[in-house]
C-alpha cells in the first residue's frame, strides 16, 4: 500500500521552476531513492512532501501525520552555538507524543551527548541530524542527503541503522548523490532531471535498463571530444587527466578506432555500474 503519493508535483521560486511535474509513489516499509544532478529539484520535491514547502500544484498524500509521524533530516540544520547534543535530543523527544529512547538513539548514532553544537565537527552534525530525524519514532523517514560529509566507515554504520530502522517497519524517503549508497538501500529509486521524473526502478533494474552500459578508462594525447557523436558512447568525461567512456557493448572497440593509436594508453574496461547507469540516465 501507498504511504507517499505525490502527483504531478510543481512548484517554482519566482520565474525559476525548481519542480516541473513529479508523481511517484512510495510503498509502506520501502527504502525509496531519489537521485539526480545538482538542481534537479530533488531537495524541493521531498520538502514539499515533508509539508515544510507549499507546492504550487498538483497534490501530495502522506498516510501519516506529519508533524508527529514524519522525520525530516535536512541538508544542513543549524542549532545554538551552546546546546548540547543531548540537549537537542531531549528537546526534540519532548515534541512528539511517542519519542524513540535518546540514549539508544545516541548509542545507535554514536555520539557524545555532553558535546556543544559549535563543537562538533561537520560528520557529527550530520549525525546529530539523523538522530533529531529518528527521535520522534517516526512512520516515515526524510532523508536528504543522509551520509554527504561522513567518512566511509560512518557512511556504512549510517547504511547499517537505516537498514535497522526500515526492518522495524519505518518508510525512508532518501536523496542522495551516492549510487553505492543507492545499490545498499533502497528498494526503489526515482531518477529526476529538470523538475521531473525521468524513471522509476530497482537499482538492478536501472543498471540492466541503461543498456549493459561499459567503462573506457585511458589517457589521451589527442581531444576526445568528437567521441561524444558515436553512436556506441553515452558520455565522455575527463576527470584528473583521465578520460572515461561509457557506451554499449561495442563501446571499446569505437573508442580505439576513433583515436590514434600512438595516442591512447593505459586503457581499462569496466562493466556497468550504478555510476554508469546514473550518467547514462541524466545524459551526462
Ligand atoms: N529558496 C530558493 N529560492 C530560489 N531558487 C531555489 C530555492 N531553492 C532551490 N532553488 C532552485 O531550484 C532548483 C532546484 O533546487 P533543489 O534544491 O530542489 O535541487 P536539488 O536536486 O536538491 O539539488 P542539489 O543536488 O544541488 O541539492 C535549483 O535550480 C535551485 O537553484
Known amino acids: 500500500m501507498a504511504i507517499i503519493t505525490v502527483q504531478n508535483l510543481r512548484k517554482q521560486y519566482g520565474d525559476k521552476v525548481a519542480v516541473k511535474d513529479v508523481s511517484f509513489s512510495v510503498e509502506e516499509g520501502e527504502i525509496y531513492?531519489?537521485?539526480?544532478?545538482?538542481?534537479?529539484?530533488?531537495?524541493?520535491?521531498?520538502?514539499?512532501?515533508?509539508?515544510?514547502r507549499k507546492p504550487d500544484g498538483g497534490s501530495i498524500r502522506v498516510d501519516a501525520d506529519l508533524k508527529q509521524q514524519v522525520g525530516v533530516q535536512l541538508q544542513e540544520s543549524m542549532m545554538p552555538d551552546k546546546l548540547r547534543v543531548r540537549e537537542a535530543l531531549d528537546l526534540y523527544a519532548s515534541f512528539y507524543a511517542n519519542p524513540a529512547p535518546v540514549q539508544a538513539l545516541l548509542d545507535e548514532v554514536g555520539l557524545d551527548p555532553n558535546v556543544a553544537f559549535a563543537k562538533l565537527s561537520g560528520g557529527q552534525r550530520q549525525r546529530l541530524s539523523?538522530?533529531?530525524?529518528?527521535?520522534?519514532?517516526?512512520?516515515?523517514?526524510?532523508?536528504?542527503?543522509?551520509?554527504?560529509?561522513?567518512d566511509p566507515q560512518a557512511r556504512r554504520e549510517t547504511w547499517e541503522l537505516i537498514t535497522r530502522i526500515r526492518d522495524r517497519g519505518v518508510t525512508v524517503l532518501l536523496v542522495t548523490h551516492f549510487m553505492e549508497e543507492v545499490?545498499?538501500?533502497?528498494?526503489?529509486?526515482?531518477?529526476?532531471?529538470?523538475?521531473?521524473?525521468?524513471?522509476?526502478?530497482?537499482?538492478?533494474?536501472?543498471?540492466?535498463?541503461?543498456?549493459?552500459?561499459?567503462?573506457?578508462?585511458?589517457k589521451s594525447t589527442?581531444?576526445?571530444?568528437?567521441?561524444?557523436?558515436?553512436?556506441?558512447?553515452?558520455?565522455?568525461?575527463?576527470?584528473?587527466?583521465?578520460?572515461?567512456?561509457?557506451?554499449?557493448?561495442?563501446?571499446?572497440?569505437?573508442?580505439?578506432?576513433?583515436?590514434?593509436?600512438?595516442?591512447?594508453?593505459n586503457i581499462k574496461t569496466e562493466t556497468s555500474t550504478m555510476d554508469d547507469a546514473f550518467l547514462a540516465l541524466t545524459g551526462e
Do not use: M, W, Y
Open 130 to 150: 539523523i538522530a533529531l530525524a529518528l527521535v520522534g519514532n517516526p512512520k516515515v523517514a526524510i532523508l536528504d542527503e543522509l551520509t554527504t560529509g561522513l
Open 33 to 52: 531513492g531519489i537521485v539526480g544532478r545538482n538542481g534537479a529539484g530533488k531537495t524541493t520535491t521531498v520538502e514539499c512532501v515533508a509539508g515544510l
Open 183 to 218: 545499490e545498499r538501500l533502497c528498494d526503489r529509486v526515482a531518477v529526476i532531471s529538470k523538475g521531473t521524473v525521468l524513471t522509476v526502478d530497482t537499482p538492478a533494474g536501472l543498471i540492466s535498463r541503461s543498456g549493459g552500459v561499459q567503462r573506457v578508462t585511458f
Open 222 to 265: 589527442v581531444p576526445v571530444d568528437s567521441l561524444k557523436d558515436l553512436p556506441e558512447v553515452h558520455s565522455v568525461t575527463v576527470e584528473a587527466g583521465q578520460v572515461i567512456v561509457t557506451g554499449d557493448d561495442n563501446v571499446l572497440r569505437a573508442v580505439v578506432t576513433a583515436l590514434p593509436s600512438t595516442a591512447v594508453s
